[in-house]
């Protein structure tokens, strides 16, 4: 699993396979969280609501990063058929 950013304790990442759309796990002291990038919605989430609410603030604030390296990864794959 790539890990594309840790920040405070978050650790964000994703999945060879994962499927559309874009999205990240998310991971925090043990819980984790799988957070649609363009959106910042969370689709599952063990995180706790202050939790939650920062990594969705973390998204917000790296999102281009993280929709960046998800198609490049989804790219890379791609080529790799």
Partial sequence: ?????RVDGFVFGFFAGDHEPPHVHVWYAGNTAI????????R??????PELAKAQALLRAHRDE???EWLAWKQKRKEGE
């Fill in 35 to 42: 957070l649609e990038i363009e959106t910042g919605r969370a």
């Fill in 66 to 68: 993280l929709l960046a």
């Fill in 1 to 5: 699993m790539p890990v594309v950013l």
């Fill in 44 to 49: 599952t989430t063990a995180l706790r609501r």
